[in-house]
């Protein structure tokens, strides 16, 4: 395989240099973009094709890259898990594409995993997922746990003085592997088992009474208690209207929670929630003339002055930029070289610092705690003193603590297990395995 | 514009100097004292408070409710404390603290927030309800001595002590002394727990759930005996709730399913595209509330007719152009109205938007009845309740008293002789059918106030809305009330030990095993009708 993955790199260098001036000119960059246009994952997905869009419209605007145009090229997964797969195969495949920007649900992510990794593309993931996996073609632009759950977790702790906790979330990946890691974190840190409550509803969920309930129940007991809510979507909406109408406010019983951001508040009446929290690396409201600067294209782009940004947003924004200066650093789109030059490539982000690559494939982002306020909007009560770089293998894992992720030569390994001395299957080999 | 901006600023200037004694302006201590609270690191944001409360200036309380509602900004350009009036789109709306001059609109990127944060949000809650606790009317002042539950501290203790001698309402009085009790049982106070001992309040056994546990072991006693009386008094009030909670999610399955009792149970059609009727009803009302901007209550009322009407001719249009023509093949009935469910959905997501749309709750269906410390009922809840019972006793007053309901039951019951007798067949299934999806229209206002309104709304409804018609009976609709109820109390009793997850499923697995012991439900239909 590596044998055959060198001189394929050769010929590919070979024919390029030939051909270099002649084609490259002509020749445009083909961007896939991998996001569910229907189905129910079109409320979060829609919004990240436009962006991607932008963003290209915006570089070809600066004259592409290495002389060439970018283009395009869009795929409607449909929120189907095994669609991600077959569209992201007809995209490398079929469609030649150079990069892919895709996929919201670790679900979705699994199933294209064996794909990319098989047909060599490149794929950036821009939303905040469970950790544990590191891919060689994946480059993780959103937070894992250790960029969000666990600084979080700390600030209620150590900022509100919170010593009992409610950990909530629907049920599947994403929400059961965090509240593993949280529980654990947790329990180092000394909280006993009788003051961690663990609950998980099923997607869509609209009947909170019961739960909220039992959450004020929970929070009668005297000492300061938290919701950290891993609660998905939709379900969302409901869950806080119950907590209003029960009468919890956030001075009684704060929520924190990591999957609402600006894009779903715009569908809540925000009146009851004030002051409740959300932990993300950006909000819309963060004060940098970079996020300005990009809100007033965006609303440009989409010609709606109601048009809101979000943390996913944010982490396109970051990948599309990293890719852009690997490109230029590296001299051509070739796969291979564009993952060797990407590590250690700094941009700009949104919040006013730089995001870099970092050899495990995921990047450096400042942490936020933002409070929601009556327009929908987050207002930052706190922030991690510098960025935080992303923890493909979380220390708070038994299977996880010894393993790490370096996507540089010699190791060159997602699974490297530091107590054997050995690298594991690669990310794409367990998703299949999984399946 | 900023030239704009200076002149206006300059005029607002002038008229104030000219308005207030010539000293007003620069000298005025709000100008210092909130500028101070702007610039404090968070370590002095308590002082800087306590002195604009101690100021005893009139517009104190002003101050205080827009901190904390996070309106108050700083220009970034002059170090003007400005109030933001309107923080909507990209330039917001500010006016000037101490005059209360409006003083038009400003980018957000020039305005800078003064940072609040839940802690402080805390103790403003109690200056505020202290503040409250002056208000003439008791019931004001009542509701601030509620909140003062658990926010009393030390600074708080003197003034509230001193407020209770002046107090004459008892109510007012009772609760200012839990308040109180609550901060002594922290201190070890023995006495206090005496006090808290009947309270159902959250506050009241959190104060003495940590006595409980403390080192004080007279206290702790005390506190635990207290604490087992409450707990009794809890347990009572622990069923009722979840009585409550099961009646409203069983009124909600109510109204979801009670549309498709009809198209279902008395048509015989399977339509899948049932939830997504329920969905236009929830589309009907964001648009009304769109084209009635500030009266959510006035355009949710008007909903109900319009939100029956929408997808009833909804129905209509199925019915006409699908339906009719797939008489007596339900499998073909099933995947084509499937195929029109997933139509719809894309429709309102290529045609509105794929997110979801807000719509408000009027200020009357907000909030809940407190019937003691520990329960209180959810007034929406109580609202789509009501409204479910209407609904059924509207439907069935239709098919009982009406002609129509007549001719329905004629037509489902043998057809061919209906129509011998002169009934149109025809227009029977066409008024069925719009009957059955207007009510699903309805369903869908009511369900616009409990959970999202999106393109989703509909699927998250029709299994089980299915459920319930085929567990109630299928063509019973009193089969559906009950059904309906009795799904919904029996998942919220399993809810609580079994988790939502496991509820959901031991309710289905239950719902198979009755089918299996009574196949046609729990009123099933009797006599020749139930024969075909």
């Known amino acids: ?435 | 514009m900023s030239i704009l901006r200076s002149l206006t600023l300059l005029l607002i200037a002038l008229a104030s100097v000219l308005a207030l004694p010539a000293h007003a302006q620069d000298d005025d201590p709000g100008k210092e004292m909130l500028a101070n609270l702007a610039e404090a690191p968070a370590s002095k944001v308590e002082e800087a408070l306590n002195v604009i409360v101690n100021s005893g200036d009139p517009r104190a309380r002003s101050w205080l409710e827009a901190y904390g509602n996070n309106r108050l900004s700083r220009v970034k350009d002059t170090g003007q404390v400005v109030v933001v009036l309107d923080n909507r789109g990209r330039d917001w709306e500010i006016a000037d603290p101490l005059t209360g001059e409006n003083l038009g609109e400003m980018s957000r990127r020039e305005l800078d927030r003064v940072a609040i944060n839940n802690a402080i949000r805390g103790q403003l809650e109690g200056i505020l309800a202290m503040l409250d606790l002056n208000a003439a009317d008791p019931e004001v002042r009542e509701a601030s001595a509620r909140d003062m539950m658990g926010k009393v501290d030390a600074t708080l203790v003197e003034p509230l002590e001193a407020r209770l001698e002046q107090e004459e309402n008892a109510d007012v009085r009772n609760r200012i002394e839990a308040a109180l009790a609550v901060y002594r049982v922290g201190e070890g106070d023995l006495e206090a727990v005496e006090v808290l001992a009947g309270s159902l309040h959250p506050g009241a056994r959190a104060a003495l759930n940590n006595a409980a546990s403390g080192d004080n072991p007279q206290l702790a006693a005390a506190a635990t005996k207290a604490l087992t009386s409450i707990e009794q008094k809890l347990k009572m009030n622990r069923a009722a709730e979840t009585l409550y909670f099961g009646l409203s999610m069983g009124s909600v399955l109510v109204l979801a399913a009670i549309g498709l009792a009809i198209t279902f149970g008395v048509m015989g059609v399977i339509n899948m595209a049932h939830g997504e009727l329920i969905m236009l009803g929830a589309y009907t009302t964001w648009g009304m509330q769109q084209m009635l901007p500030g009266q959510p209550g006035l355009a949710l009322l008007l909903s109900i007719p319009a939100g029956f009407l929408v997808a009833a001719l909804a129905g209509i249009a199925i019915e006409r152009s699908v339906i009719q023509y797939l008489k007596g093949r339900p499998l073909e009935t099933l995947l084509a109205t499937f195929g029109i469910s997933l139509i719809l959905q894309q429709l309102v997501r290529t045609v509105i938007s794929p997110q979801n749309r807000t719509v408000v709750t009027p200020e009357w269906m907000s909030g809940s009845i407190m019937v003691n410390e520990a329960l209180s009922l959810t007034l929406n809840r109580m609202y789509v309740i009501g409204f479910a019972l209407v609904v059924f006793a509207g439907l069935m007053l239709i098919m009982r008293k009406t002609r129509l309901g007549l001719e329905v039951r004629a037509v489902t019951q043998n057809r061919a002789m209906a129509r011998s007798m002169g009934i149109k067949a025809t227009r029977v299934d066409i008024l069925t059918f719009a009957l059955g999806s207007g009510v699903a229209g309805l369903a869908g206002v009511a369900l616009s106030q409990i959970t999202n309104v999106g393109p989703n709304l509909g699927q998250n409804y029709i299994i089980d809305s299915f459920m319930v018609v085929v567990f109630g009976g299928v063509g019973s609709l009193w089969g559906t009330l009950v059904a309906g109820l009795s799904l919904g109390t029996i998942n919220q009793l399993l809810e609580p030990w079994a988790g939502a997850v496991l509820a959901k499923i031991m309710v289905l697995v239950m719902i198979i095993l009755f089918i299996q012991k009574r196949p046609k439900g729990l009123f099933p239909q009797k006599g020749r009708a139930a024969e075909n």
């Open chain 1, 1 to 435: 395989m590596s044998i055959k993955k060198h001189v394929k790199l050769g010929l590919s260098a070979l024919a390029l240099s030939v051909s270099m001036h002649s084609v490259a000119a002509e020749d445009p960059i083909k961007v896939g973009i991998l996001h569910s246009l229907s189905g129910t994952m079109a409320i979060s997905e829609t919004v990240l094709k436009d962006t991607v869009e932008m963003l290209i419209e915006q570089q070809n605007e600066k004259g592409g890259v290495l002389g060439r145009e970018l283009e395009a090229v869009v795929v409607d997964p449909a929120s189907d898990w095994p669609l991600f797969a077959e569209k992201a195969r007809e995209l490398l495949a079929q469609e030649k594409v150079d990069v892919i920007f895709g996929n919201w649900t670790s679900v979705s992510r699994k199933s294209v995993l064996p794909v990319v990794e098989e047909l060599n593309g490149l794929l950036f993931y821009p939303v905040q997922y469970e950790g544990e996996e590191s891919s060689e073609n994946v480059f993780y632009t959103g937070a894992a746990p250790n960029q969000q759950a666990i600084p979080a977790v700390n600030y209620l702790k150590d900022e509100i003085g919170v010593e009992r906790w409610v950990l909530a979330g629907t049920d599947y990946v994403y929400p059961r592997t965090t509240n593993k890691i949280l529980e654990t974190y947790l329990m180092d840190q000394g909280v006993a088992k009788e003051d961690i409550m663990i609950n998980y509803t099923p997607f869509g969920h609209s009947d909170w009474q019961n739960i909220v309930s039992d959450i004020k129940r929970f929070g009668s007991a005297g000492k300061k208690t938290a919701v950290v809510s891993t609660i998905n979507g939709d379900a969302n909406v409901p869950f806080y209207r119950e907590l209003g109408n029960q009468g919890i406010s956030a001075s009684d019983i704060p929520v924190v929670a990591f999957s609402v951001g600006e894009q779903e508040l715009s569908g809540i009446d925000t009146g009851p929630l004030v002051g409740h929290l959300a932990a993300w690396n950006y909000f819309m409201s963060v004060d940098s003339d970079a996020n300005w600067d990009f809100i007033d294209q965006w609303i440009e782009y989409t010609g709606d002055e109601e048009a809101v940004t979000n943390d996913p947003m944010e982490a396109h924004y970051i990948g599309f930029n990293m890719y852009i200066e690997a490109v230029k650093k590296a001299g051509t789109t070739d796969v291979d070289e564009v993952k060797d030059a990407i590590i250690g490539v700094a941009v700009p982000n949104l919040t006013g610092g730089y995001a870099t690559m970092m050899p495990n494939h995921h990047i450096t982002k400042p942490v936020l705690i933002g409070e929601i306020q009556d327009n929908g909007q987050f207002a930052t009560v706190w922030e991690t003193p510098s960025t935080v770089a992303g923890d493909a293998w979380s220390d708070f894992l038994p299977g996880s603590r010894d393993m790490i992720a370096d996507w540089r030569k010699p190791m060159f390994c997602g699974t490297f297990n530091t107590a054997t001395g050995k690298c594991g299957a690669s990310a794409g080999e367990m998703a299949a395995e999984a399946e």
